[in-house]
T-cell receptor, first 114, second 112 residues
Framework: DQQVKQNSPSLSVQEGRISILNCDYTNSMFDYFLWYKKYPAEGPTFLISISSIKDKNEDGRFTVFLNKSAKHLSLHIVPSQPGDSAVYFCAASARETSGSRLTFGEGTQLTVNP | DTGVSQDPRHKITKRGQNVTFRCDPISEHNRLYWYRQTLGQGPEFLTY????????KSRLLSDRFSAERPKGSFSTLEIQRTEQGDSAMYLC??????????FGDGTRLSIL
């Protein structure tokens, strides 16, 4: 079963506008959530994370929002830049169990048009 | 800052052959993870080491797969009698406690 889902395979936005990437999860044991960015032929690069005790975490242009009741998180990028074009993966873990193994979504291809 | 290093970057082999991949984690990281990624999917967990101890293995890790981390530093992942379905990107990640996992660039395996 797919415990972490990213329902949008792709997203296209104009440079300077906001990009919103969404992620849903089903496992209520997940207590730590991360976003990774992946360029072709490279490994995933860590972007930002959030613990389940928070509902928002911000780092520069990147903000992650967590809605535990809806089991939903989102990544906001503002303003979007062409260099942000990549595949974005949402990941989740249950830190008290399983050594914090990550469960990933399928990814969303973000394209930022100049 | 030296990141996670994986070798080789690409491996092409015939079905039925054995292959071995190596991962060198970030030097002070005591936790090491292996994942597999197929086209259009996110990475899937395979196994996890804390120092030299292999603490968890996914059901995806069949009997043909074995992983080691003999001195708690680098790790190897071996696949015996490779099959077409083993074609994938194999990713290694490492971290310390309370840190996010940092990934290498992976080894792409192609089975002919």
């Amino acid at each position: 079963d797919q415990q972490v889902k990213q329902n949008s395979p792709s997203l296209s936005v104009q440079e300077g506008r906001i990009s919103i990437l969404n992620c849903d999860y089903t496992n209520s044991m997940f207590d730590y959530f991360l976003w990774y960015k992946k360029y072709p032929a490279e490994g995933p690069t860590f972007l930002i994370s959030i613990s389940s005790i928070k509902d928002k975490n911000e780092d520069g242009r990147f903000t992650v929002f967590l809605n535990k009741s809806a089991k939903h998180l989102s990544l906001h990028i503002v303003p979007s830049q062409p260099g942000d074009s990549a595949v974005y993966f949402c990941a989740a873990s249950a830190r008290e169990t399983s050594g914090s193994r990550l469960t990933f979504g399928e990814g969303t291809q973000l394209t930022v048009n100049p | 800052d030296t990141g996670v290093s994986q070798d080789p970057r690409h491996k092409i082999t015939k079905r039925g052959q054995n292959v071995t991949f190596r991962c060198d984690p970030i030097s002070e990281h005591n936790r090491l993870y292996w994942y597999r990624q197929t086209l259009g999917q996110g990475p899937e967990f395979l196994t996890y080491f804390q120092n030299e101890a292999q603490l968890e293995k996914s059901r995806l890790l069949s009997d043909r797969f074995s992983a080691e981390r003999p001195k708690g530093s680098f790790s190897t992942l071996e696949i015996q009698r490779t099959e077409q379905g083993d074609s994938a990107m194999y990713l290694c990640a490492s971290r310390n406690k309370d840190q996010p996992q940092h990934f290498g660039d992976g080894t792409r395996l192609s089975i002919l």
